[in-house]
Structures are given as C-alpha cells and as structure tokens.
T-cell receptor
Framework: EDQVTQSPEALRLQEGESSSLNCSYTVSGLRGLFWYRQDPGKGPEFLFTLYSAGEEKEKERLKATLTKKESFLHITAPKPEDSATYLCAVQARGSRLTFGEGTQLTVNP | NAGVTQTPKFQVLKTGQSMTLQCAQDMNHEYMSWYRQDPGMGLRLIHYSVGAGITDQGEVPNGYNVSRSTTEDFPLRLLSAAPSQTSVYFC????????????FGSGTRLTVV
C-alpha cells in the first residue's frame, strides 16, 4: 500500500526565514511525485511533478527535490503570500494519486 | 477556459436524504476522480474513472455512487446521507498515460445533520 507522510504538520516562519518541508513516501514503482498548494476554501493548485531521484524543480521562491525515499520543498526568503497548506502526493499505478496530510505554512510579516 | 467546475459550493442535507454533486471539465481529460478532505486525514479517494463508461472504487467508496456517461461529466451521488459524510468534496481531472498533475475543482462543502 502506498504511503505518504508529511512533516511538520504546521510551520510558522518570519518573512525572509528560509526553511524546508518534508515528504516521505513508500511506494512500489514511483511514476511521479507531486506538490500542490492549497489556500483556505479552495482546491489544491498544482506546483511541481518530480519523476526520478536527483531531479529538482524551481518556481519563484520554491524549490522541490527528490530522493528515493523523500522529497523536500525548500522555501527561500518566504513572503506572507506563501502562507498555505502544501500537499505532497505520489503516483504509482495508473493515474491514482495518494496524498499526504499536508503541512500548514504560516509566514508572518 | 473553465477547468473543473463543481456545483453546488455548499449544501446542507438531512440524514437519509440523497443528492448529486456535479463535476464538469472542459479540458478533454480522460481521468476524473472524487476525493473527500477531512481534518487530520488528508485527501482520500472515493471513486475514479479512466474514461467514459469506466469507473472504479477508491479507498472510501461506501455510500457513494458514480457514473461517467460523457468525457466531460462525473457526478457523485450520495444514496442516503449520513453525518459521517460531512466533508469537503473535491473533483479532479487529468490526462492519462503519464504522471500528469491533477486539476482540481473549488470543492463542495457538505454538512449532513
């Protein structure tokens, strides 16, 4: 059974204070690992797909990396508008995704 | 381009009532799915479809039915609502064949009293 564990559950940062979110996964035959951003009252918004260990993707202040057991979402010099819940998901068979519970990020000005 | 459209946005049901949550996408995506999101439990897959006429169960299918008569629409039916079905429901779609990211709708917040 595919499993995804995200840590920490919640993270508070000061504006400009860089940090990382963790996504550990157990899956048989990873086809892709996904990161999503979810704002309160809205559906998740796609950020990145990573396909193989060693791969990295960047978008503005966010950088996602992948190893054989985990993925990190690095946030460099965050701003209050980066506050959201960040979800990690894995895809092993077909098109089904298994999601973690998410990390709720708050960036204070 | 509307993406994935869910209706209604909010709904209150009495225990035992039935209703249908609507989901439509205009991206010609083959894959569509329904998730429920509950505090502390993340997104859990209810049902999914890989194309018109094909549906299958996810991890929490009990109490829900789906059908896929067209590529665009994937309605979720609650047969006899229970308080345990109080949740936020999301519809998502994607292309198939590779690891594509999902496009999600904005959700339906359902309360069963």
């Amino acid at each position: 059974e595919d499993q995804v564990t995200q840590s920490p559950e919640a993270l508070r940062l000061q504006e400009g204070e860089s940090s990382s979110l963790n996504c550990s996964y157990t899956v048989s035959g990873l086809r892709g690992l996904f990161w999503y951003r979810q704002d309160p009252g809205k559906g998740p918004e796609f950020l990145f797909t990573l396909y193989s260990a060693g791969e990295e993707k960047e978008k503005e202040r966010l950088k996602a990396t992948l190893t054989k057991k985990e993925s990190f979402l690095h946030i460099t010099a965050p701003k209050p508008e980066d506050s959201a819940t960040y979800l990690c998901a894995v895809q092993a068979r077909g098109s089904r995704l298994t999601f973690g519970e998410g990390t709720q990020l708050t960036v204070n000005p | 381009n509307a993406g994935v459209t869910q209706t209604p946005k909010f709904q209150v049901l009495k225990t035992g009532q039935s209703m249908t949550l609507q989901c439509a996408q205009d991206m010609n995506h083959e894959y569509m799915s329904w998730y429920r999101q509950d505090p502390g439990m993340g997104l859990r897959l209810i049902h999914y479809s890989v194309g018109a006429g094909i549906t299958d169960q996810g991890e929490v299918p009990n109490g829900y039915n789906v059908s896929r008569s067209t590529t665009e629409d994937f309605p979720l039916r609650l047969l006899s609502a229970a308080p345990s079905q109080t949740s936020v429901y999301f519809c998502a779609s994607s292309r198939t064949g590779e690891a594509y990211g999902y496009t999600f709708g904005s959700g339906t917040r359902l309360t069963v009293v």
